[in-house]
């Protein structure tokens, strides 16, 4: 795939093929922005806009009928930012009224609409073959103002929201708290709760849709004094003014009961929340506008970690400590690989009716040399999150493997052991490939591994889970969907994925057994379950009583502390196993 400088180099030659060799103007039209300004040679060649270009264009589609030679191209890309960029070209024209002319050509590309195009365009010749009618000097100076400030604008400007992007974020914060130093003011970082998803149900399209709406909104929210940008995907920031913290949470409970338009939610058919990290910056504070930003997004990053109401959280120093010891889990996490610190455990799966143990969850404990256990909810979102999870997974799967292998050797009657992997791994091509590929190399029986998602990724990423799920049941494995009833798509997700193992979460079962809608909704659940052929398997079993009240609702499997917490393999081994009867 080309890089950015190179798509822009190819594009010019396109362009300058239609425009000086073929005057194919039509096919060169589609290339123009709509804000494009243009330079050219003769006087009135000076466009401010598209419609100025086009009037242009049919002027000279009468002019020029031959086809014009082009020889000694070159040409140089420059990359401004992201979104913009300049190419310079030299080119010698053969024509009857131009016999090898040089031309010096330069070409601003931007994003419109998610496509590169045509900002401005300079092109000159020569001065000593320059006549009377060719070049207006005055002209082409204010056109080069036009030009720059375009060029300015763009560099500061999100292309698909069209409202400020992280640079020109930074820098309108930066002269706003110069010019108001007694104000108090808030940097805001806020994200689309679930956008993946969004993305995927409604497109990428719509998606962007979505994404203008809210710039549209947030920008009207802002007074003189404030602004807003889009820093990237769908994480967006503000800076506000603020009197109290009560009143800015209004008017941050205010911005997402409006951050979308009445037409855009009836599109949507879903709600669309925010998550919210606030900074208040502290007055005639020194620190930089990205060191601020960083303050809002750790806020932001712990909502998920913390519930609070309506989703908004403010940064306070001791997430700063948070984050210096997540940093250090990470680093701390290449050397527990060498170490050999990431321990195998297994939690028994029991039959409802009988009691007795029918299959078990792999799953992950860290053991420090110093006897230190970390659990997994410390590291496992920041693997997912700093993408060391799809590596981690195929180590703990190895082991899993091994595990079974030494235990199948060793004559005892294994039992099928479902193992967690992340959604991560779901766009990987080779994935599949790759996962056959460990459990083959010990010779594990495909009907001894269960492939447990969870629900979220089943929601997220619903096109590419009915084609794993197919190519899983092809290879003799189970698919599991885990932490069933934790998301907001649960029903209808029954009816699209052909999973054979459904499991429940803790929290349809806690209360179930004394709340009447609660008893009602897990009972139905079990029976769609059961419709669908589905083995229903029931986390967090802690009492006698709840034991009693699944059975009572024809529940296949139960997973607990009643039966056992999670132990390490080996004791599963001596506890949970027996050798193959001869």
Same mark, same amino acid.
């Given at each position: 795939? @080309?890089?950015?400088?190179?798509? /822009?180099?190819?594009?010019?030659?396109?362009?300058?093929?239609? =425009?000086?060799?073929?005057?194919?103007?039509?096919?060169?039209?589609?290339?123009i922005s709509k804000q494009i300004s243009w330079i050219g040679t003769l006087e009135d060649e000076i466009c401010h806009n598209k419609d100025d270009i086009l009037y242009f264009f049919n002027k000279e589609y009468g002019l020029y009928k031959d086809q014009y030679k082009l020889s000694n191209e070159q040409y140089h890309a420059?990359?401004?930012?992201?979104?913009?960029?300049?190419? /310079? #070209?030299? @080119?010698?024209?053969? #024509?009857?009224?131009?016999?090898?002319?040089?031309?010096?050509l330069s070409v601003v590309w931007g994003k419109?609409?998610?496509? /590169?195009?045509?900002?401005?365009?300079?092109?000159?010749?020569?001065?000593?073959?320059?006549?009377?009618?060719?070049?207006?000097?005055?002209? #082409?100076?204010?056109?080069?103002?036009?030009?720059?400030?375009?060029?300015?604008?763009?560099?500061?400007?999100?292309?698909v929201t069209h409202i400020k992007n992280r640079n020109g974020f930074c820098n309108a914060v930066s002269k706003l708290m110069h010019e108001h130093r007694k104000q108090n003011y808030a940097l805001i970082k806020f994200k689309v709760q679930n956008f993946r998803y969004i993305n995927q149900r409604y497109g990428y399209s719509n998606g962007d849709r979505l994404l203008e709406n809210i710039a549209k909104n947030v920008k009207r929210s802002c007074n003189q004094e404030e602004t807003c940008g889009r820093i990237e995907k769908d994480t967006f920031a503000i800076l506000y003014q603020f009197e109290d913290r009560e009143s800015?949470?209004?008017?941050?409970?205010?911005?997402?009961?409006? @951050?979308?338009?009445?037409?855009?939610?009836?599109?949507?058919?879903?709600?669309v929340h925010l998550l919210i990290g606030v900074y208040l910056i502290p007055q005639n504070s020194?620190?930089?506008?990205?060191?601020? @930003?960083?303050?809002?997004?750790?806020?932001?990053?712990?909502?998920?970690?913390?519930?609070?109401?309506?989703?908004?959280?403010? =940064?306070?120093?001791?997430?700063?400590?948070?984050? =210096?010891?997540?940093?250090?889990?990470?680093?701390? *996490?290449?050397? *527990?690989f060498e170490k050999d610190e990431f321990k195998l455990f297994i939690q028994p799966q029991f039959d409802i009716e009988s009691g007795k143990t029918v299959a078990g969850e792999a799953l992950t404990r860290w053991i420090t040399k110093s006897g230190e256990m970390i659990m997994p909810n410390e590291f496992i979102p920041l693997f997912e999150q700093h993408g060391f999870i799809c590596e981690f997974d195929f180590h703990m799967l190895e082991k899993l493997c091994q595990t079974l292998r030494h235990w199948m050797d060793a004559g005892m009657d294994i039992q099928p052991i479902s193992i967690n992997q992340s959604r991560l791994h779901i766009s990987e091509p080779d994935y599949l490939e790759?996962?056959?590929?460990?459990?083959?190399?010990?010779?594990?029986?495909?009907?001894?591994?269960?492939?447990?998602?969870?629900?979220? *990724?089943?929601?997220?990423?619903?096109?590419?889970?009915?084609?794993?799920a197919s190519q899983l049941h092809q290879m003799g494995f189970q698919l599991a969907i885990d932490d069933f009833g934790t998301g907001y798509a649960s029903l209808s997700l029954l009816s699209v994925v052909s999973a054979d193992i459904l499991k429940i979460d803790k929290s349809l079962l806690d209360g179930s057994e004394v709340n009447q809608r609660s008893y009602v909704i897990l009972e139905k659940v079990i029976e769609m379950a059961h419709d669908m052929g589905m083995i229903v398997v029931t986390e967090g079993i802690e009492t006698r009583k709840?034991?009693?009240?699944?059975?009572?609702?024809?529940?296949?499997?139960?997973?607990?502390?009643?039966?056992?917490?999670?132990?390490?393999?080996?004791?599963?081994?001596?506890? /949970?196993?027996?050798?193959?009867?001869?």
């Open positions: 795939m @080309l890089d950015v400088e190179e798509q /822009w180099i190819a594009l010019t030659r396109k362009v300058v093929g239609f =425009y000086f060799v073929s005057h194919e103007y039509e096919l060169l039209t589609p290339f420059v990359k401004i930012n992201n979104q913009t960029g300049i190419v /310079w #070209a030299t @080119l010698n024209i053969n #024509a009857p009224d131009l016999p090898n002319v040089l031309v010096r419109e609409d998610g496509e /590169w195009k045509i900002f401005h365009v300079h092109n000159s010749i020569p001065d000593h073959i320059q006549g009377e009618y060719y070049f207006n000097i005055e002209n #082409a100076k204010v056109a080069y103002q036009v030009m720059d400030e375009r060029v300015k604008l763009a560099a500061t400007t999100d292309s800015l949470n209004q008017r941050l409970y205010q911005l997402n009961d409006d @951050l979308i338009d009445k037409r855009m939610k009836r599109k949507m058919f879903s709600e020194k620190e930089s506008i990205p060191a601020m @930003l960083d303050k809002a997004l750790i806020a932001l990053n712990q909502i998920n970690e913390t519930q609070r109401e309506k989703n908004i959280l403010y =940064y306070q120093e001791e997430m700063m400590k948070q984050q =210096y010891h997540n940093n250090f889990i990470l680093e701390q *996490a290449l050397i *527990a790759r996962f056959c590929h460990i459990v083959d190399m010990y010779s594990i029986p495909h009907c001894y591994i269960t492939f447990e998602l969870t629900e979220s *990724a089943f929601v997220e990423e619903n096109e590419r889970m009915l084609t794993l709840q034991l009693d009240f699944l059975r009572e609702l024809h529940c296949d499997i139960g997973q607990g502390y009643l039966v056992s917490r999670p132990i390490a393999a080996d004791e599963f081994k001596r506890h /949970w196993l027996s050798p193959v009867l001869s």
